[in-house]
């Protein structure tokens, strides 16, 4: 996954949270994040877009084989 450019997040909860092993999940190590209930990820949400979203781009799109290059056009164009 990290060769594809995934990012993984990872979040872990209640207490007793092994960090080593959510750092080895992650990332990195910045992408952990420790809660202390499923409540709680409610009021984390928005940190956790943002962890999500931040330096992420598009990349490349496969090239399109000719004969399906007029069907992904009107498909792309009705978004």
């Not at 420790?34 to 009021?43: A, C, M, T």
């Not at 000719?66 to 992904?72: G, I």
Request: aromatic share 4%.
């Amino acid at each position: 996954m990290q060769e594809a450019g995934v990012r993984r997040i990872a979040i872990g909860t209640g207490s007793g949270i092994n960090l080593g092993e959510l750092e080895q999940i992650a990332s990195k190590n910045e992408d952990v994040l420790q809660v202390n209930s499923y409540e709680q990820l409610d009021s984390k949400l928005e940190e956790i877009m943002k962890m999500a979203c931040e330096e992420q781009y598009p990349g490349k799109l496969p090239k399109v084989k000719p004969e399906y290059e007029t069907e992904t056009r009107s498909l792309i164009e009705t978004l």
